[in-house]
């Protein structure tokens, strides 16, 4: 049957073997009772048509339909009509002609409308013949009714057999669908799973249980605990040098369920070969009820920390290196002007020399404060007192006044409310003057700082604003960072090393308090500082 599809031939296949075998069981009970009756008239003609009929079952039971011509599929059926006629005419009141209902409901769904149309005359020609041509078939309601009803049997099961062939087809073409379907969604996995492995950074997705769902190359090779020898490697914190206990390390704690931003972890002991990764984990958002879980990204951020500690340790060592000349350069100043012998142009000379170099001492003190010995922020030995702020403010303002006047700059400081807190005078004034030289700095000519002071029960606050350029969102979040130069200065003649607002903020927050920012561009900068007026308290 060439043409059909597979299930096609196996669903025929089954069909014709129970149609078949009830053919024959039929045919059997005919026999039995045809004998039993009498009702046989030629026993010569009854055998022969019973033996054709029994052989063309066992023929189409055992034939392999697979293999045959779709015209074969007629030839059992039609055999099996003439057979059964031939029955009929052997057996006239034995009841033979129901027979017919096996092969008619053979053609009408194997062959469609043609086999049921060739059924209904096939049938009534034979009927008509014998009843004609033979005198015991007589008239009766039976002659229309066993055509009538074995042709009604073809007809019905060409619709059937068309029914089932379309919900075939269909599931058919539904199961192509949902192959390709699968195929299509294999292949994008696939694609993703190449695109994961082909960047270098960690990716991995942990399911809401904490197991580890999608890894990629860079990930294992990244987070691996183990080196290739099969030693564990250890884990140590953003220091370099606290150990980090295995439960605690940064993708524990993504499986454990917690969010970060940007851990740092060094694996590998200090001193060994190690890498430092930079790890943040982040909720997956969920497009259905089912959580994603989360996604742990890990980037290879070595040589960055590495030439991070370099600069620290080069800037540290060279700061190092210019505080003992200057100690005695600014010793030997000392010495020269306690000699009142010096001519007065001589002095103011020698006074220049030393303010700068006590200038420049403070500088690299500042440096020092900040470098490798501090890497998270500055330490500071405070000595609080009750201090006048206002009157800080009012001295710092002062000393500035000249540097104002000379870019042409207003300072208005009509906004200063009277009001003490328990500070570092020395430390505050540093703070307060890196604002109030910034805001000149950053100043254009004939601009205006405003600086005020407010003072609430609790807490007291120091604002300095300028109508300057300012600074732009992203720069606004770095400006605290150490070293950090905004864009527009670093290219510029303005001087500075980037360490002003860095060593103010860390001496706001060993005070408990805050310094924040607020600009947009063009319109200034403020800068606000929020103090506790005692010790302990929250400003
Ligand atoms: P420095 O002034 O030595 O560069 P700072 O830490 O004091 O270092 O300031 C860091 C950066 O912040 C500056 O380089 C500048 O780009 C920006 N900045 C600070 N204050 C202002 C201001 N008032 N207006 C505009 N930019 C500012």
Avoid at 321 to 337: H, K, Q, V
Wanted: hydrophobic residues 45%; negative net charge; proline residues 4%.
């Amino acid at each position: 049957m060439p043409g059909l599809s597979l299930t096609e031939r196996l669903g025929i296949h089954r069909s014709i073997l129970s149609n078949q075998a009830l053919l024959l069981a039929a045919t059997l009970l005919l026999v039995v009772s045809a004998s039993l009756l009498g009702q046989v008239r030629n026993a010569p003609l009854f055998t022969v048509s019973v033996t054709v009929i029994f052989g063309g079952a066992v023929f189409a039971i055992l034939a392999p339909w697979r293999a045959l011509p779709a015209w074969a599929l007629g030839l059992v059926p039609v055999i099996d009509m003439v057979a059964i006629a031939v029955l009929r005419e052997s057996a006239p009141l034995a009841g033979v002609g129901l027979l017919w209902a096996f092969p008619a409901i053979w053609i009408g769904s194997t062959f469609g409308v043609g086999g049921v149309v060739a059924v209904l005359v096939g049938v009534s020609a034979i009927v008509t013949f014998q009843l004609v041509h033979d005198a015991e078939q007589r008239l009766t309601s039976s002659t229309f009714v066993l055509p009538f009803t074995v042709v009604a049997l073809s007809a019905l099961a060409h619709t059937t057999a068309r029914r089932a062939r379309a919900q075939r087809a269909l599931l058919e073409k539904q199961s192509a669908d949902l192959r390709r379907s699968a195929d299509r969604a294999r292949r994008q996995e696939d694609l993703v799973t190449e695109v994961l492995d082909a960047v270098d950074f960690g990716v991995i997705r942990v399911t809401p249980e904490g197991d580890l769902a999608v890894t990629n190359e860079a990930h294992a090779r990244l987070q691996a605990t183990v080196d290739v020898l099969g030693a564990p490697i250890a884990a140590y914190a953003a220091d370099g040098t606290t150990p980090v206990p295995a439960e605690a390390t940064p993708l524990s704690r993504a499986r454990a369920g917690e969010l970060f931003e940007g851990e740092l972890v060094w694996f590998g002991a200090p001193g060994e070969d190690r890498r430092a990764l930079s790890v943040t984990a982040r909720r997956l958002p969920s497009g259905s009820d089912a959580d994603p879980g989360t996604i742990v990204v890990s980037r290879d951020v070595t040589a960055e920390e590495q030439a991070l500690r370099a600069r620290d340790d080069l800037v540290a060592s060279v700061s190092h290196e210019l505080r003992t000349p200057l100690t005695s350069i600014i010793g030997y100043l000392d010495l020269a002007l306690d000699d009142p012998a010096i001519i007065a142009e001589t002095r103011e000379r020698l006074e220049v020399a030393e303010r700068n170099a006590t200038r420049l001492r403070e500088l690299v003190s500042d440096i020092l404060s900040m470098s490798a010995a501090s890497r998270h922020g500055a330490e500071f030995d405070l000595v609080p007192t009750d201090t006048d702020i206002a009157a800080i403010v009012r001295a710092a303002i002062e000393s500035q006044q000249p540097r104002a006047a000379d870019h042409g700059i207003r300072i208005d400081s009509s906004g200063l409310r009277d009001g003490s807190a328990h500070v570092d005078p020395r430390r505050l004034r540093q703070v307060v003057d890196n604002l109030i030289s910034n805001a000149i700095k950053y100043n254009v000519r004939g601009g205006t700082v405003t600086v005020a002071v407010d003072v609430s029960e609790t807490a007291v606050q120091i604002a300095v604003a300028d109508d300057g350029p300012g600074i732009s969102r992203t720069e606004q979040g770095r400006v605290f960072d150490r070293f950090f130069r905004g864009d527009a200065v670093r290219n510029s003649s303005t001087h500075g090393s980037g360490l002003g607002l860095a060593i103010s903020r860390d001496i706001v927050r060993a005070h408990g308090g805050e310094i924040t920012v607020s600009s947009a561009l063009g319109t200034g900068a403020t800068f606000i500082v929020r103090l506790p007026r005692t010790q302990g308290s929250t400003p």
